[in-house]
């Protein structure tokens, strides 16, 4: 597993699964423009698509998430030094209110004309305003259990939780020491 510095600030990090020759944040913005993935995806998942946010529409769902992915990538890609990426995300539970060690979180973009978006990174943070994205994924179901593609996310999550803990890292001076060794 290695990271990479996305904002060149070490702000915004996204962890590289081995053997992946992308971090998890270029594969999702390449997934999330690709028409053909993108249909295939809500062809699979129209029941949730149809329940949760009343679309019927394959082809509007498929540019309502290609205009999110974009406009993602412009918030997180075209960060100023100054931008404090807590504004972006939150903790993972809805319930979670305190900060903890290396919290889960995530990051959607705020209310769009038709509907919320389902797009969503997920990130542990190693200090308010350090991030490193674990992957992401379109979110139709309300819990992440929900959902094969999902889980999945959480387990990378835990997985990145766990890798950090084991290499002693609990914060963003223990990640910079653990990058430098």
Same mark, same amino acid.
């Given at each position: 597993m290695t990271f990479d510095d996305i904002t060149e600030n070490g702000k915004l990090w996204a962890v590289r699964f081995n053997g992946e020759p992308e971090n998890e944040l270029s594969k999702l913005f390449a997934k999330w423009n690709d028409t053909d993935w993108l249909r295939s995806f809500f062809i699979e998942n129209i029941d949730d698509l149809s329940s949760y946010f009343k679309i019927m529409d394959i082809t509007q769902a498929?540019?309502?998430?290609? %205009?999110?992915? $974009? *406009?993602? *990538?412009?918030?997180?890609?075209?960060?100023? &030094?100054?931008?404090?990426?807590?504004?972006?995300?939150? &903790?993972?539970? +809805?319930?979670?209110?305190?900060?903890?060690?290396?919290?889960? *979180?995530?990051?959607? #973009?705020?209310?769009?004309?038709? !509907?919320?978006?389902?797009?969503? #990174?997920?990130?542990?943070?190693?200090?308010?305003?350090?991030?490193?994205i674990t992957g992401g994924a379109i979110k139709l179901t309300a819990t992440m259990q929900e959902r094969e593609?999902? /889980? +999945? *996310? @959480?387990?990378?999550?835990?997985?990145? !939780? /766990?890798?950090? @803990? %084991?290499?002693?890292?609990? $914060? $963003?001076?223990?990640?910079? %020491?653990?990058?430098?060794?």
């Amino acid at each position: 597993m290695t990271f990479d510095d996305i904002t060149e600030n070490g702000k915004l990090w996204a962890v590289r699964f081995n053997g992946e020759p992308e971090n998890e944040l270029s594969k999702l913005f390449a997934k999330w423009n690709d028409t053909d993935w993108l249909r295939s995806f809500f062809i699979e998942n129209i029941d949730d698509l149809s329940s949760y946010f009343k679309i019927m529409d394959i082809t509007q769902a498929v540019k309502d998430t290609i %205009e999110d992915s $974009d *406009e993602l *990538e412009c918030v997180f890609l075209d960060l100023s &030094p100054e931008a404090d990426l807590s504004m972006f995300f939150r &903790p993972l539970s +809805n319930s979670e209110t305190s900060d903890v060690m290396l919290q889960k *979180e995530k990051a959607r #973009l705020k209310r769009r004309l038709r !509907h919320s978006s389902w797009l969503r #990174l997920y990130a542990i943070k190693l200090v308010s305003g350090v991030y490193i994205i674990t992957g992401g994924a379109i979110k139709l179901t309300a819990t992440m259990q929900e959902r094969e593609h999902t /889980r +999945n *996310e @959480l387990t990378k999550l835990e997985k990145v !939780h /766990r890798y950090l @803990l %084991e290499e002693n890292i609990t $914060d $963003d001076i223990g990640f910079m %020491e653990y990058l430098n060794d």
